[in-house]
């Protein structure tokens, strides 16, 4: 079936370090990948989206690539802020299945 | 403003006390679903309904009812709740289950349901 593995956190970091977090899925047919942060208290809000094969998802300083051959998605920022502190979903969609499937969450949290 | 609002947003109560969480969205989205988030396992689908009066089980059904009976609600029914049930429940919707450009899934601030 369809799934999304993420790496285990947390994750800590120093304000202005480079972040990856890693996110590969298992899908029959084309999903669309998506990126969801949640900041405590809050719910879930979408960060970045790509919805086929090589598309680039970027936003607030956050990128990910939709890689095919690799069934990754990781989520990269060059330089994360103490604000960035949040738990990262990564997810797929696919039409078939009428459902988000997410991965089990990676907090990530930046010290000053 | 576009948004997903559940209530309440925090409850805490008894196994068996019937209970209904509201969902209710102003986005006049046709595609509404209901997650539940549990450390370690993310969040997994409940229900879900692709319009008024069609819902379908999602992972996770046992224990649970939803009805939608207008566009903008899809409320969440637990009837005998059990302490299994304790989580956070996020309520989500999206314009067109078919993808396009309307594939953004939008979220609830979600609900902290405490079963004792």
């Known amino acids: 079936g369809n799934s999304v593995t993420q790496m285990e956190g947390p994750v800590t970091l120093s304000e202005e370090a480079f972040l990856t977090i890693n996110c590969t899925y298992t899908?029959?047919?084309?999903?669309?990948l998506f990126w969801y942060v949640q900041y405590p208290g809050e719910g879930l809000q979408l960060l970045l989206k790509?919805?086929?094969?090589?598309d680039k998802g970027s936003n607030k300083g956050f990128e990910a690539t939709y890689r095919k051959e690799t069934t990754s998605f990781h989520l990269e920022k060059g330089s994360v802020q103490v604000s960035d502190s949040a738990v990262y979903f990564c997810?797929?969609?696919?039409?078939?299945?009428?459902?988000?499937?997410f991965g089990s969450g990676t907090r990530l949290l930046v010290r000053p | 403003e576009a948004q997903v609002t559940q209530n309440p947003r925090y409850l805490i109560t008894v196994t068996g006390k019937k209970l209904t969480v509201t969902c209710s969205q102003n986005?006049?989205?046709?595609?509404m679903s209901w997650y539940r988030q549990d450390p370690g396992l993310g969040l997994r689908q409940i229900y879900y309904s692709m319009n008024v009066e069609v819902t379908d089980k999602g992972d996770v059904p046992e224990g649970y009812k939803v009805s939608r009976k207008e566009k903008r609600n899809f409320p969440l029914i637990l009837e005998s709740p059990s302490p299994n049930q304790t989580s956070l429940y996020f309520c989500?919707?999206?314009?067109?289950?078919?993808?396009?450009?309307?594939?953004?899934?939008?979220f609830g601030p979600g609900t902290r349901l405490t079963v004792l």
């Open positions: 986005m006049n989205h046709e595609y």
């Open positions: 790509a919805t086929k094969a090589d």
């Open positions: 997810a797929l969609w696919m039409d078939s299945s009428y459902k988000l499937i």
């Open positions: 989500a919707s999206r314009f067109d289950q078919r993808g396009g450009l309307a594939d953004t899934q939008y």
């Open positions: 899908a029959t047919g084309y999903p669309s």
